[in-house]
C-alpha cells in the first residue's frame, strides 16, 4: 500500500503524494522559548520524529524544517496578553537573549534525550527578521492589510479561504464567537480575526527587542515568522506542515491566510501553500486537564527521570498511543511503559549470547529506504515487515508497529540472529535504542556473572536491603519515602542506577 495521511484540511485520511517525487519537504512549528518544554508539549515532537523516520523508512529524501521562536509571542493568540519572553526576563532578571537561549539549550537537550532526530534545518524568528518584512510586503501590495493605532493588521475579509482548516464561518464569527473561546476585543481591528502582521504601538514600555521596518520601528506579529521561515527554506509550495491540535483555530489558520495572501497569481496557479496538515492531539492528565504552562499543571522531562524513569520510558508511553487520540497521562502508565520497555529489551537481551553481537548490530546505519528491503529475509520475517510497513503507511500507526517488533521476539519460526536483524530495522522508526539497551542488560549480566561488585564491602547488605525497600516504596507510589532512600544513600556517596534488569548502586 502507498503512505496515507489525515489531512486536517479536509478532515479525513489521503493517499500521499509528494510535490517532487521522492522528496518531502516539511515543517514543524518549534517551541517557544520562554520556559522548559512540559511533556504535553513534547508529545508533538515525539510525533514529528516518527514521521522524519518513516519518510527515510519508506524511501523518500526528505528536508524538516523548525522554528525557534525567540521573539514575539504573546501569551494569547489572538495578539492579547503578555509577551512570554519579556515576562520570563523581567521575572529572571535576565535578558531576553538569555531566556531564549538557555531554553532552546533545555529543549534540544531533551530532544536528544528521547532520541529525536534533530531537524535538518533549525531556524530561529530573530535570525530571519529581513524575510518577514519582506513576506509582509508582498501581503500588503496584495491589498490585505491596513494599519490602525500604529500597528499593521492582516483583513481576514479579504482572503475568501479564510478558517477553510478549522471549518470557521466568518460571518458567525464577527460576533465573537465560534470556535475561539476567547476573542480579547482589539477596538483597532475591522473583524474581530484580523491579526497583527507588525507591531509598532507596543502595549509594553522598553520592548526588548525591535527592528526598523518600512511601518515604523516594531517586531513582527507571532504568526508570520512561520510563513516566512517555511518559505525561505521549502519554497512557496511544500508537502507538509505540522503542530498540535491547539494550532489550527488561529495559529495555522492565520498562517495559510497571509502565506497565500502574498501569492501572485502565477503562484496561486501552482497550488495551496500546503498541501498537506497534521495535527497531533493532546496529552491531558488525571482530570482531563490539558497540560498548561499557564495554569502550571505540567511536568517536564526530569521531572520524570527524578521519579527514576528514563526518557525512553515516556517516548515508549507515547508511541503506545496513535498521534491523532489524546491520550491520558497517569504514573501508573508511565510504570507500564517503564516495565513493558525493560520486558522487552530483556527478551531481545536473550536473542543473543554475547553483549558484543547486540552492540554492533546497533551500531548499523541504514540511508532511505534501506531498512525496508527484505532482499534475502526468511518468508516470516518479510510477513512481518510487511505488517510494520503497512501500519506505518497507514497514518503512522505506531502503536500497531511497536506491537510487531513485540511479536518478532517471541516467535519461535524465525532464527535469532535474523529476530536482531528485524528489531534493529524495525527500530530505526520507533527510535527506543532497542538493541542498545538489550546489550546494557546483557553486558550487565555478563559482569555479574563474572564478579561481585560488592564483595568485601561490610554495607553491601544494608544497602541492598534499603534499595530493596526504595523499590518496593516506588511500587507503592511511596515516592517520599523512595526519594529519601535516595537521599540518604546519595549522602553517603552510593549512587542507585536504574537498570532494565532492576535497580543496583555503585559507590562514588
Same mark, same amino acid.
Given at each position: 500500500?502507498?503512505?496515507?495521511?489525515?489531512?486536517?484540511?479536509?478532515?479525513?485520511?489521503?493517499?500521499?503524494?509528494?510535490?517532487?517525487?521522492?522528496?518531502?519537504?516539511?515543517?514543524?512549528?518549534?517551541?517557544?522559548?520562554?520556559?522548559?518544554? $512540559?511533556?504535553?508539549?513534547?508529545?508533538?515532537?515525539?510525533?514529528?520524529?516518527?514521521?522524519?523516520?518513516?519518510?527515510?523508512?519508506?524511501?523518500?529524501?526528505?528536508? $524538516?524544517?523548525?522554528?525557534?521562536?525567540?521573539?514575539?509571542?504573546?501569551?494569547?493568540?489572538?495578539?492579547?496578553?503578555?509577551?512570554?519572553?519579556?515576562?520570563? #526576563?523581567?521575572?529572571?532578571?535576565?535578558?531576553?537573549?538569555?531566556?531564549?537561549?538557555?531554553?532552546?539549550?533545555?529543549?534540544?537537550?531533551?530532544?536528544?534525550?528521547?532520541?529525536?532526530?534533530?531537524?535538518?534545518?533549525?531556524?530561529? &524568528?530573530?535570525?530571519?527578521?529581513?524575510?518577514?518584512?519582506?513576506?509582509?510586503?508582498?501581503?500588503?501590495?496584495?491589498?490585505?492589510?491596513?494599519?490602525? @493605532? @500604529?500597528?499593521?493588521?492582516?483583513?481576514?475579509?479579504?482572503?475568501?479561504?479564510?478558517?477553510?482548516?478549522?471549518?470557521?464561518?466568518?460571518?458567525?464569527?464577527?460576533?465573537?464567537?465560534?470556535?475561539?473561546?476567547?476573542?480579547?476585543?482589539?477596538?483597532?481591528?475591522?473583524?474581530?480575526?484580523?491579526?497583527?502582521?507588525?507591531?509598532?504601538?507596543?502595549?509594553?514600555?522598553?520592548?526588548?527587542?525591535?527592528?526598523?521596518?518600512?511601518?515604523?520601528?516594531?517586531?513582527?506579529?507571532?504568526?508570520?515568522?512561520?510563513?516566512?521561515?517555511?518559505?525561505?527554506?521549502?519554497?512557496?509550495?511544500?508537502?507538509?506542515?505540522?503542530? @498540535?491540535?491547539?494550532?489550527?483555530?488561529?495559529?495555522?489558520?492565520?498562517?495559510? #491566510?497571509?502565506?497565500?495572501?502574498?501569492?501572485?497569481?502565477?503562484?496561486?496557479?501552482?497550488?495551496?501553500?500546503?498541501?498537506?496538515?497534521?495535527?497531533?492531539?493532546?496529552?491531558?492528565?488525571?482530570?482531563?486537564?490539558?497540560?498548561?504552562?499557564?495554569?502550571?499543571?505540567?511536568?517536564?522531562?526530569?521531572?520524570?527521570?527524578?521519579?527514576?524513569?528514563?526518557?525512553?520510558?515516556?517516548?515508549?508511553?507515547?508511541?503506545?498511543?496513535?498521534?491523532?487520540?489524546?491520550?491520558?497521562?497517569?504514573?501508573?502508565?508511565? /510504570?507500564?511503559?517503564?516495565?513493558?520497555?525493560?520486558?522487552?529489551?530483556?527478551?531481545?537481551?536473550?536473542?543473543?549470547?554475547?553483549?558484543?553481537?547486540?552492540?554492533?548490530?546497533?551500531?548499523?546505519?541504514?540511508?532511505?529506504?534501506?531498512?525496508?528491503?527484505?532482499?534475502?529475509?526468511?518468508?516470516? #520475517?518479510?510477513?512481518?515487515?510487511?505488517?510494520?510497513?503497512?501500519?506505518?503507511?497507514?497514518?503512522?500507526?505506531?502503536?500497531?508497529?511497536?506491537?510487531?517488533?513485540?511479536?518478532?521476539?517471541? /516467535?519461535?519460526?524465525?532464527?535469532?540472529?535474523?529476530?536482531i536483524e528485524l528489531v534493529s530495522r524495525m527500530d530505526t522508526v520507533i527510535g527506543l535504542k532497542l538493541l542498545e539497551t538489550a546489550a546494557s542488560v546483557l553486558e550487565a549480566e *555478563?559482569?555479574?556473572?563474572?564478579?561481585?561488585?560488592? *564483595?568485601?564491602?561490610?554495607?553491601?547488605?544494608?544497602?541492598?536491603?534499603?534499595?530493596?525497600?526504595?523499590?518496593? #516504596?516506588?511500587?507503592?507510589?511511596?515516592? &517520599?519515602?523512595?526519594?529519601?532512600?535516595?537521599?540518604?544513600?546519595?549522602?553517603?556517596?552510593?549512587?542507585?542506577?536504574?537498570?532494565?534488569?532492576?535497580?543496583?548502586?555503585?559507590?562514588?
Amino acid at each position: 500500500m502507498a503512505l496515507k495521511l489525515y489531512n486536517t484540511m479536509g478532515r479525513k485520511i489521503e493517499e500521499f503524494k509528494s510535490i517532487r517525487d521522492g522528496y518531502v519537504g516539511f515543517y514543524g512549528c518549534g517551541p517557544t522559548v520562554y520556559n522548559y518544554a $512540559h511533556i504535553g508539549n513534547l508529545r508533538a515532537y515525539v510525533f514529528l520524529d516518527t514521521l522524519d523516520r518513516t519518510l527515510t523508512f519508506l524511501g523518500y529524501d526528505k528536508k $524538516h524544517v523548525m522554528n525557534i521562536t525567540d521573539v514575539g509571542h504573546l501569551t494569547g493568540d489572538s495578539d492579547d496578553g503578555d509577551d512570554k519572553m519579556v515576562k520570563t #526576563a523581567e521575572e529572571k532578571h535576565q535578558s531576553v537573549m538569555e531566556i531564549a537561549q538557555f531554553y532552546t539549550d533545555a529543549f534540544f537537550r531533551d530532544i536528544d534525550r528521547l532520541n529525536i532526530i534533530r531537524p535538518d534545518v533549525v531556524c530561529k &524568528a530573530t535570525d530571519h527578521i529581513q524575510e518577514m518584512i519582506d513576506l509582509i510586503k508582498k501581503i500588503e501590495a496584495n491589498g490585505h492589510t491596513y494599519m490602525a @493605532g @500604529g500597528n499593521l493588521y492582516f483583513d481576514v475579509s479579504t482572503y475568501k479561504n479564510y478558517g477553510d482548516l478549522a471549518n470557521l464561518n466568518l460571518d458567525e464569527l464577527k460576533e465573537g464567537a465560534g470556535r475561539r473561546k476567547e476573542v480579547v476585543i482589539d477596538e483597532n481591528k475591522k473583524n474581530p480575526q484580523d491579526f497583527v502582521l507588525w507591531f509598532t504601538k507596543s502595549k509594553f514600555e522598553n520592548q526588548a527587542l525591535t527592528w526598523d521596518s518600512p511601518w515604523g520601528r516594531g517586531y513582527p506579529g507571532w504568526h508570520i515568522e512561520c510563513s516566512a521561515m517555511s518559505m525561505k527554506y521549502l519554497g512557496k509550495h511544500f508537502d507538509i506542515h505540522t503542530g @498540535g491540535i491547539d494550532h489550527v483555530p488561529v495559529h495555522h489558520t492565520n498562517e495559510i #491566510a497571509q502565506s497565500e495572501g502574498s501569492f501572485s497569481e502565477e503562484d496561486r496557479k501552482q497550488g495551496p501553500w500546503v498541501n498537506y496538515w497534521l495535527h497531533n492531539e493532546f496529552l491531558v492528565l488525571q482530570g482531563a486537564t490539558k497540560m498548561s504552562k499557564s495554569s502550571g499543571n505540567f511536568l517536564t522531562l526530569q521531572s520524570l527521570i527524578d521519579k527514576g524513569y528514563d526518557a525512553l520510558d515516556y517516548r515508549f508511553f507515547l508511541l503506545g498511543a496513535h498521534y491523532r487520540k489524546q491520550i491520558l497521562f497517569s504514573w501508573d502508565a508511565m /510504570d507500564g511503559a517503564k516495565k513493558s520497555r525493560e520486558a522487552l529489551a530483556g527478551r531481545i537481551a536473550k536473542l543473543a549470547d554475547k553483549s558484543h553481537v547486540l552492540k554492533k548490530a546497533s551500531e548499523k546505519k541504514y540511508g532511505k529506504g534501506q531498512a525496508a528491503d527484505t532482499t534475502g529475509m526468511s518468508e516470516k #520475517a518479510c510477513e512481518y515487515m510487511g505488517k510494520f510497513k503497512d501500519a506505518l503507511e497507514n497514518d503512522l500507526l505506531a502503536p500497531v508497529a511497536l506491537s510487531m517488533i513485540q511479536k518478532v521476539v517471541k /516467535d519461535n519460526a524465525i532464527e535469532n540472529p535474523e529476530k536482531i536483524e528485524l528489531v534493529s530495522r524495525m527500530d530505526t522508526v520507533i527510535g527506543l535504542k532497542l538493541l542498545e539497551t538489550a546489550a546494557s542488560v546483557l553486558e550487565a549480566e *555478563e559482569k555479574s556473572a563474572s564478579v561481585n561488585p560488592h *564483595e568485601g564491602d561490610p554495607e553491601a547488605a544494608e544497602i541492598d536491603a534499603l534499595v530493596a525497600e526504595r523499590t518496593q #516504596a516506588k511500587k507503592n507510589k511511596d515516592f &517520599a519515602r523512595a526519594d529519601q532512600i535516595r537521599d540518604e544513600l546519595s549522602a553517603r556517596g552510593i549512587t542507585i542506577v536504574d537498570t532494565p534488569t532492576g535497580p543496583t548502586w555503585k559507590r562514588a
